[in-house]
C-alpha cells in the first residue's frame, strides 16, 4: 500500500519559486501514477501536472502553463513539483496523489493522498 508525505509549502511572494516534494514509500514510483492536485477555499479540487509509472508526464491546469514542472527521483522515491513565477492565484493546499500506472485527471481515480501542504503566495 502507497504512503504518500508531501512537503515543501509555505509563504512566497509573487514571482517566487518553490519546489514541493511528494516522499512514497510501501510502493515504487515504477508501478504508480502520481499527480499533484490543488484545492484553493470555496474551489474544486483541480489536478496539476502528473507523471505516470514510465515517466511520461501530463499537464492538467492550463493555468500552470510553463511555470509548474513535474519530475521524480526514483531512487529516492520522491516526485517533485517545482513551481516558478508564482501568482496570488496558485494559492492553495497542495496534495500528491497516487494510482496504478496510468495519469488521470479526475480526482475519484487516486486511491492515495498525502496530508497536503499550504502553498501562500502574497506579498
Known amino acids: 500500500q ?3 508525505v508531501e512537503s515543501g509549502g509555505g509563504l512566497v511572494q ?4 518553490l519546489r514541493l516534494s ?32 514510465s ?7 492550463v493555468s ?3 511555470r509548474f514542472n513535474i519530475f521524480r527521483d526514483i531512487a529516492k522515491n520522491i516526485v517533485y513539483l517545482q513551481m516558478s513565477g508564482l ?5 492553495a ?3 500528491c496523489a497516487g494510482k496504478f500506472r496510468s495519469c488521470s485527471s479526475v480526482p475519484g481515480s487516486y486511491t492515495y493522498w498525502g496530508q497536503g501542504t499550504q502553498v501562500t503566495v502574497s506579498s
Open 64 to 66: 500552470v502553463k510553463d
Open 22 to 53: 511528494c516522499a512514497a514509500s510501501g510502493d515504487t514510483l515504477d508501478y504508480n501514477a502520481i499527480a499533484w492536485f490543488r484545492q484553493a477555499p470555496g474551489k474544486e479540487r483541480e489536478g496539476v501536472l502528473c507523471i505516470s509509472s
Open 2 to 4: 502507497l504512503q504518500l
Open 93 to 95: 493546499v497542495y496534495f
Open 87 to 91: 501568482k496570488f492565484e496558485d494559492t
Open 55 to 61: 515517466g511520461d508526464t501530463t499537464k492538467y491546469a
Open 14 to 17: 509573487p514571482g517566487g519559486s
